[in-house]
């Protein structure tokens, strides 16, 4: 880990993982969080922000010099499925936008617990069917999200591969949270080193998001869908996923390949080489390609029900 990225940890440690203290409610979260925004620089001349209604969920369509009107990611941000938005994500997602090379739109889901699972799953599939109906090309779509974020990414991959919707290009997960039964042994190893997390916090989060829903529902925790999960849709093409893990909540065997993640969606600007491989990755993954022939199978790369299971590397392990 770089020296920059150490001090972005200790950061989020400082002023993220003190403030979301056990016993801190919704309102005081979201309190602290609408204060930050104002702390938040805005994107640099030249990117535009437009707020749309993405299908009848709001949403921000970010286009900055270098995006090009037929590249699209879908950006779903984290916060534990109670508290964050567009605008907290400001820094990251034009960001992301340059890197990519594309159009990023970024949804405001509906939060809990006034908007329980699966309000949000729903606004995420809404969100890109609408990319789909303006004349989305789906090999030319990349679905990302952080943390809480990740989850709906992923989760909204079985949900479009359910419906019959042609899968995107690839799929994104920064430290996605995918294992809300919070059943993996690296939840509980890791809570102290996680620099942003509080692990006794996170069952009252599943509790205000999925409000007696099964928690090992693959809608509420993808890590428990089917291994062909990510496999072709009805128009028979795969989706590549990835997923980049921190490095202090990453199992042994993911860390080779991970980058800091964490730290990299709280302080993108101070962390340049997270940034760029991610960039340069999504470039290769967002032009039109044929992953796999037509009927062939991609499956998830995970050993096991780990949430932190992700490599930042193409999942696919092809099947005829």
């Not at 600007?269 to 991610?278: N, Q, T």
């Amino acid at each position: 880990m770089s020296l920059r990225a150490e001090l972005v940890r200790l950061g989020a440690r400082w002023f993220i993982k003190r403030r979301d203290r056990p016993g801190a409610t919704v309102a005081q979260r979201r309190q602290w969080r609408t204060a930050a925004e104002r702390l938040i620089p805005n994107p640099p001349a030249g990117t535009q922000t437009i707020a749309v209604d993405a299908g009848g969920a709001p949403a921000i369509l970010v286009v900055t010099r270098a995006s090009r009107r037929d590249r699209h990611i879908l950006y779903l941000h984290g916060g534990g499925f109670v508290t964050g938005s567009s605008s907290l994500y400001r820094h990251l997602t034009w960001r992301l936008a340059t890197a990519g090379r594309a159009r990023l739109l970024s949804v405001d889901y509906r939060l809990a617990p006034e908007h329980p699972f699966p309000a949000a799953l729903e606004d995420a599939v809404a969100a890109y069917r609408w990319l789909l109906a303006d004349g989305a090309d789906s090999r030319r779509i990349a679905v990302m999200g952080d943390s809480a974020g990740g989850n709906l990414a992923f989760a909204m991959l079985l949900k479009a591969r359910d419906e019959g919707l042609p899968l995107p290009a690839a799929a994104v997960g920064l430290s996605p949270w995918l294992d809300l039964a919070l059943a993996s042994p690296s939840f509980r190893l890791n809570a102290e080193a996680d620099p942003i997390l509080n692990a006794d916090e996170a069952p009252s989060l599943v509790e205000y998001y999925l409000a007696g829903a099964d928690p090992r529902m693959p809608y509420a925790s993808p890590v428990y869908g089917e291994p062909d999960a990510m496999s072709s849709s009805r128009s028979g093409r795969a989706c590549r996923t990835y997923g980049i893990c921190s490095r202090r909540r990453c199992p042994r065997r993911a860390r080779r390949s991970s980058t800091s993640g964490r730290s990299w969606t709280a302080g993108c600007e101070a962390v340049p080489p997270a940034r760029d491989d991610l960039g340069s990755r999504m470039q290769r993954a967002l032009p039109p390609r044929s992953v796999t022939e037509s009927g062939s199978m991609i499956q998830w790369f995970f050993g096991s029900p780990d949430p932190d299971g992700l490599s930042l590397r193409p999942s696919a392990r092809i099947s005829g």
